[in-house]
């Protein structure tokens, strides 16, 4: 995540993950929500490694651009890459998302696992010269200011 002077903040996020099951295709979905008003999706760009070796790579012409059907009144929208119908047991999918924004409040939210297991998640931030990061835990034991890596 690289925050700009003006409090911009563009963030890359790469993901992948190893189907194990039939019913595993569904993790096989790149998304990325955002706001029209105040933020865009730079680039996103996915593949699909299939057991036989076959190499499968989703570009512009994959993406499905749509509102984001939880709330009609608002901005925000959906890109999406799907690759559940090619995806099989022991497929291998992947995706990179690069986005803008700018936020209404400097704080982001970072979780290191979600509901599948996790073998390695990381959080990069790049600050302007002068700013500063503080880190915080939902379990609020932990609060502290940092320097330079969180």
Do not use: H
Not at 137 to 149: F, H, T
Request: neutral net charge; aromatic residues 10%; charged residues 25%.
């Amino acid at each position: 995540m690289v925050v700009a002077e003006d409090g911009r903040v563009t963030r890359t996020d790469l993901f992948a993950v190893r189907i194990l099951t039939r019913e595993g295709r569904e993790s096989a979905v790149a998304a990325a929500g955002y706001e029209t008003d105040f933020g865009k999706i730079r680039e996103i760009r996915a593949w699909l490694i299939q057991p036989s070796g076959k190499f499968t790579s989703y570009g512009n012409d994959s993406v499905i651009d749509e509102a984001d059907l939880d709330d009609v009144y608002n901005e925000s929208r959906v890109k999406r890459i799907s690759a559940r119908n090619e995806a099989e047991a022991g497929s291998v999918f992947g995706y990179m998302i690069v986005s803008e924004s700018r936020p209404f409040f400097n704080q982001s939210m970072w979780y290191f696992q979600g509901i599948d297991p996790v073998l390695s998640s990381k959080l990069t931030l790049t600050l302007p010269a002068g700013w500063r990061a503080r880190r915080s835990s939902l379990s609020r034991r932990s609060s502290a200011w940092c320097e330079g890596s969180i």
